[in-house]
């Protein structure tokens, strides 16, 4: 049975459907489906339109092994950090079950989260040219109007920023993909046929988010 929607619905349909897709089966991602997405990269908007994005496609399953040592080496330390400043632990502060809260903090902590990047069959390295005013906006609009249309295409997608959280590993990466000095790598997605669907993450409820002409005044009492 096909279900119509209108332009709104079906909008904002594929944004509660995306959610981060980090298990993928073998079945390669078509170039139409792939010309789809990055087409939808190239129609975000950029401060003063300039356009700073720019996009490595890797299929190499060398070279997306490589990308998933370095992001899982760089999620790995960035987690331990979050350990060792308790951050993480107030993070899972409500988990009562110890035996599951230890699990997840040697998970986190182990190197292993992120390096899953790898297993995706295409990665979309974005980088951005250094010397434009707003460029982590500019990639960051890029890659939420690709992850959509990854969703819209039945398709799954993970945002990546592991691999260029520390600067050591975006040396890495500039070296692994050739990247010139005046381009910063900025994050991996990964595109693939997803496994399973996946649970929705919780979000804070909008009456948290939203004031009243001035910070603090709540949008929902005040409303008329
Ligand atoms: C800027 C940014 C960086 C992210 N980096 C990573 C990452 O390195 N590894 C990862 O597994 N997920 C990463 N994510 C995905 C988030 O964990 C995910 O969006 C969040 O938990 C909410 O889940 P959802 O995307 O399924 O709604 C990143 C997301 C964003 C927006």
Known sequence: MTETYSLAEATMKVILDRRSIREFTDEPVSEEDLQAILECARQAPSGENAQPWRFIIVKDPARRKAIA???????????????????????????????????????????????????????????????????????????????????????GGCWVIAPCIDVRDEERMQELLGVPAGYKVVSAISVGHPVRPHRPRPRLPLHELVYSEEWGTPYYEAKQ
């Open 69 to 155: 040592a370095i992001a899982g080496g760089g999620s790995g330390r960035r987690f331990t950090a979050e350990f060792v400043t308790k951050k993480m632990q107030e993070r899972f502060a409500t988990l009562q079950d110890e035996a599951k809260k230890k699990a997840a903090f040697e998970k986190l902590t182990s190197g292993q989260v992120s390096a899953f990047v790898g297993d995706a069959p295409v990665i979309i390295v974005v980088c951005g040219k250094k010397d434009t005013w707003d460029m982590p906006y500019d990639t960051s609009a890029a890659i939420e109007n690709m992850l959509l249309m990854i969703t819209a295409l039945g398709l």
